[in-house]
């Protein structure tokens, strides 16, 4: 049974690792929409600084969200982290 799952899951986990691993940021012209980064306080992973500097990707607003937690906040922050995302989709809607 755990061979069957394995099988088919191996193959997405391994394409996942590789983009991961051969990544290279490119600098493009910045967006022309605006960005909501969201975040956790205590994510050790990225810093307040590394949210924010999404800024440079975009000639309109950026703003970050934080929520409590860490690099993994949107697990526990399941409500909010939904709420913050409709509220942005809803000022879509409206501009």
Not at 20 to 46: I, M, N, W
Request: proline share 7%; with cysteine.
């Amino acid at each position: 049974m755990h061979g069957e799952l394995m099988a088919l899951l191996l193959p997405t986990i391994r394409a996942d690792f590789a983009l991961a691993e051969e990544y290279e940021y490119h600098p493009s012209p910045p967006l022309s929409v605006p960005l909501t980064v969201l975040t956790g306080k205590s994510d050790e992973r990225v810093s307040l600084a590394q949210a924010q500097g999404w800024a440079k990707e975009t000639v309109l607003p950026c703003a970050v969200q934080l929520f409590e937690g860490g690099h993994f906040f949107i697990h526990d922050e399941m409500p909010e982290v939904l709420k913050c995302i409709r509220s942005q989709l809803d000022l879509m809607q409206v501009a």
